[in-house]
């Protein structure tokens, strides 16, 4: 099967947004197995839309539309591939429902729009938004319509998209995904270059922000045969870049630090001064996470770091809030104050301003007090405000999950 | 003038990066008064590259290329657009000298593919990589190729590109984004369809995460007209949507709460529960922050909402920790502990679980102690857990701006 890729919007054409969806569903369709030789950026004007359907239904058997499902009346895909396939809007009232249900009693008249949908055409649900999803087969052409959000996007093509592409393939796809932290992508690159040179199973590397991934995909007759091929390949990279995975799949540092918590039942509280509560989120992000974390307490200031954590003023005066004397007072500190088995402690400098010769932005210092002893680590990162405090949270839930392991 | 761009790299259409460089290069052309209608994804491959091209230059008179300029084999920008133009390529031994200075005096083999250019053109320096940029006009058609890499491309095209282009044009394009809160896409819509409607300014309207955005934009003679144009068309919907307006341009929730911190020199401390320090990052992330943030708690017990708040256990016993009576000592509560101007309190279920029929997954209470005066809101946000506690996060920004303005 071949598919093509239309993003449908003005927003795209400005540069106001980055195409981001189109990676994600080009990454999912590849690992379908679905060849993809062109995608399209169009803008909001009917003639033009029609204009980029036309030529890729020429090329393809597929296309995916990602825009153009909202309320107003620049919103024109639906009407435009409707159109195309000579094929009537139909008024759904159960669509009605869904939509007055998600405005909470609400449904504003220009959102009856989104009620109507093409004849035959197959209705994919919206958890996240008012516009339904659409596929429209006709004339073995398939027609895909989803709406623009990635958030809404992204779990409707996961879980409503995908089921229905694999049904159509007579082989299967298989995919896991390799997480490793703390080695950059040259090296992982060297590592496997041999692996990333084979044909089936793939191998291929993707640096994401602080970490590395690496995607491992088999293509076979049945998933079952899929999946010990990729065994085969995940154990010889196990071999030889174990130190460096941390995690599978969908596992974040995040999810894999709270799930060993959790798994664990260890309490855990946070003294955060430069990532001013980012680390205690990202635990946070993952559900049932208040089972072990109680507290924690962004201390910007010297004064908080005293009162709260009883950091000494003697400590900080001769090393400074940033230095690794602190952060042991610091993880000691929300140790005791919470009461918890794992006290950690953030404090370093994200910059723009604030750095010095001796303490460059980026420094940074991680403490990890468990049963009563503490490490502490020394970082020197790179990059604008946002990544050293990114980074830091990374090697916050790092040094965590290493020191529950060690 | 007429633009399109196009994307070359197998790379993209596997969805291994995200094509910014279209991001990027839009944005800059529509800053430019450059209409573009169209933006491509073609992978290496040299028959559909040429196809690609054939099909851009017969609606637009510029178009861009981004990737296909490297040393390897498959690297074939270059030669298809020379052979769509029937001009030869000929070598350059200035550009070998480049390369060998940008090389460090080597000079690998392969590189000397990136030496020729086609017959006419102007040659761009890249002082990012070794592939120099091109700029080839025939037949009325220009053809811009550029580099991929994104360090590479985006110095050359601002510093050597966009001289070229204005150059050839003989107007201004300006534009404005109003960022708005409280208010759905749809109703804004609504609101402003008349000057949708119009052709200059254009407006258009986009919903990001929890908010709404309108575009405004201008072409005009001078730079100073098409700024009066913004304005009276920014004074409109200033008129129609001004209760819903937080901010312009780059001056998003967080920055603009904290500029009017900053501004009244006004400190702020937050008591968390279910954004878990979200709402204390959110802030972190503007630099200069900490002048009036010392510290913030995230309670997610009860035990840390009385220990640190002094939130009476029987408030929490008769109402719950999600209700108003708690957001209300929760405020008071960190403001005091903290001795700052405002206190600021979330308490919700953000879910997946947690929910009860009285006390529903996305339902939040947001303090704000002023003064000694407290204000609740109470919400109800629809959404995953991710969804809802990016809301409170919103939602409680606003809080604090709303509060400092009344």
Redesign the interface.
Known sequence: MKAEIIAV????????????N?????????ALGID????????D?PV?LKE?CR?AFSRADLVIFSGGL?????DLTKETVAEYFHVPLLFHTEIVEEIKQ???GRY????EKQAYIPEGAQILHN??GTAPGIILEKNEKIAVLLPG?P?EIMPMFQDQVEPYLKAKSDFVMESKVVRLFGIGEAKVGETVLDLMNGSNPTV?P?AKDNEVILRISAKAKTANDAKSMIEETRKEIETRLGEYIYGYDEQTMAKTTAALLLDRGLTVA?A?S????????A???V????SV?????????N??KM??LGVSPKTLQAHGAVSAETAEEMARGIRKA?GADIGVSVTGIA???GGTEEKPVGLLYIGVCYQDEVSVLKLQLHGN??KV?QGAVMHGLNAIRKRILA
């Open positions: 919007g003005t927003e795209i054409l400005v540069g106001d947004i980055v195409n981001t189109a990676q994600f569903l080009s990454e999912r369709l590849f993809m030789y062109y995608q399209t950026v169009v803008g004007n033009r980029a030529l909202g309320p107003t009346d620049d998600y405005l909470n504003p008249l220009s959102n958890a996240y959000p958030r291929a993707y946070c955060e430069c990532t001013a509560g980012r680390l205690t989120a635990l946070g992000d559900p049932g996470i208040s974390l109680s507290e924690s307490i962004v201390t910007y200031s004064d908080a009162k709260y919470a910059g723009p301003d405000r946002d405090r």
